[in-house]
């Protein structure tokens, strides 16, 4: 039906709100081990600068792990992160 734009139009403006699908529709993600202690420490309510001390790392590389983690716990910003990690917890072992 030549709907195609309207739905990738739709898609970008949905991704552009923080919308994310439901867990249910997406595939298990898995966080690293350096993943899941920076998420941890975040939650915990460091800074990327003080996760980057505690752990030997630069703050960007902070940054860029938690750029690559929150998709993967499907949110969208460090609010969220406490919750996320705490499902995600439950439902992997560690």
């Known amino acids: 039906m030549g709907a195609d734009p309207w739905l990738a139009r739709t898609i970008t403006e949905l991704r552009a709100t923080g919308y994310r699908p439901a867990a249910a529709e997406q595939p298990a993600a ?3 081990p350096q ?3 920076i998420a941890r420490l975040a939650a915990g309510g460091l800074t990327n600068k003080q996760i980057a001390d505690r752990l030997y790392l630069s703050h ?3 940054g860029a792990h938690l750029y690559r983690i929150f998709p993967k716990l499907g949110i969208s910003s460090r609010a969220g992160l406490r919750d996320a990690l705490t499902a995600y ?3 992997t072992p560690h």
């Open 30 to 32: 898995t966080l690293t």
């Open 35 to 37: 993943e899941y202690e």
């Open 60 to 62: 960007r590389t902070v």
């Open 89 to 91: 917890e439950s439902a």
